[in-house]
């Protein structure tokens, strides 16, 4: 099976950090966001990806190309000219960069790679800026035993703030970052039928917009309930987050 990763967009509420990469490349301890995502689905067994480029698209291919020198320890000998690559760390993956172009909308990118899917049964799905601890296998079974078109994966994002819980006018407890009001949200992480690609009218189309709203109006989108970790990186302070997770060896999306 593939995973369709978006990588394209312009990243305008993290642009302290997107003036000179595209927002998939933002590292967190050291890799990109987007190795972080491949890894995810790597470790459940999905090692082909098709990556959705856009903005800065030639940074992310640039590092797929050089990705021996960013995994490994080298030596170069300037006298003759030439590289060592010592102890080489290769994941086991398959990558297709694609060129979807800079303002193509997030259902347009999807089906500017329609030539990669059309034969497959099913594929995965996602945004090249989120992170979660979600089991994509257990989800590919999900999707394969409704039948539907589609499968979106239904999160619950983090609390901004931390709540209280009163008890008249005295606080009887504190809680720190609770979820939202819990209400499930588009977390992202899909499982598609091919099928889906032909409700891609052209680039401008929104996958959010009429796509989602034609599956659902069709009877055609399931939704596999994930309520562990899961967290966009859409500000500064997102990325500051995961970043401090991963250093601490707390990150609950490491799965490997």
Not at 104 to 114: A, E
Not at 203 to 230: C, K, N, S, Y
């Amino acid at each position: 099976m593939k995973a369709v990763i978006l990588a394209g967009g312009l990243g305008t509420r993290i642009s302290e950090e997107t003036v000179n990469r595209p927002k998939p490349m933002i590292g967190i301890g050291g890799r990109p966001l987007l190795w972080h995502i491949m890894k995810i689905y790597s470790s459940h067994g999905i090692h082909d990806f098709v990556i959705c480029c856009g903005y800065m698209g030639y940074v992310i291919k640039e590092y797929f190309a050089n990705y021996f020198l960013h995994m490994s320890d080298v030596t170069f000998d300037m006298s003759q000219n030439s590289m060592e690559i010592h102890e080489r760390h290769a994941e086991p993956w398959r990558v297709t960069l694609v060129d979807t172009g800079d303002t193509t909308q997030t259902g347009g990118r999807l089906g500017r790679v329609r030539n990669y899917l059309q034969d497959d049964d099913a594929f995965c799905f996602t945004y090249g800026d989120g992170l979660a601890d979600i089991d994509i296998s257990a989800e590919i079974a999900f999707h394969r035993g409704h039948g539907k078109l589609a499968t979106v994966a239904a999160v619950q994002p983090p609390g901004r703030f931390g709540a209280l819980e009163l008890d008249g006018s005295s606080v009887s407890a504190f809680v720190e970052k609770p979820l939202g009001d819990g209400g499930f949200i588009n977390g992202g992480f899909f499982v598609l039928s091919p099928a889906v690609l032909d409700l891609i009218d052209h680039d401008q189309t929104v996958f959010e917009g009429p796509v989602l709203g034609e599956l659902i109006q069709r009877g055609q989108l399931a939704a596999f309930e994930h309520t562990g970790f899961w967290r966009p990186m859409d500000t500064l302070r997102d990325k500051l987050v995961l970043e401090d997770l991963w250093n601490r060896g707390a990150a609950p999306w490491k799965n490997w």
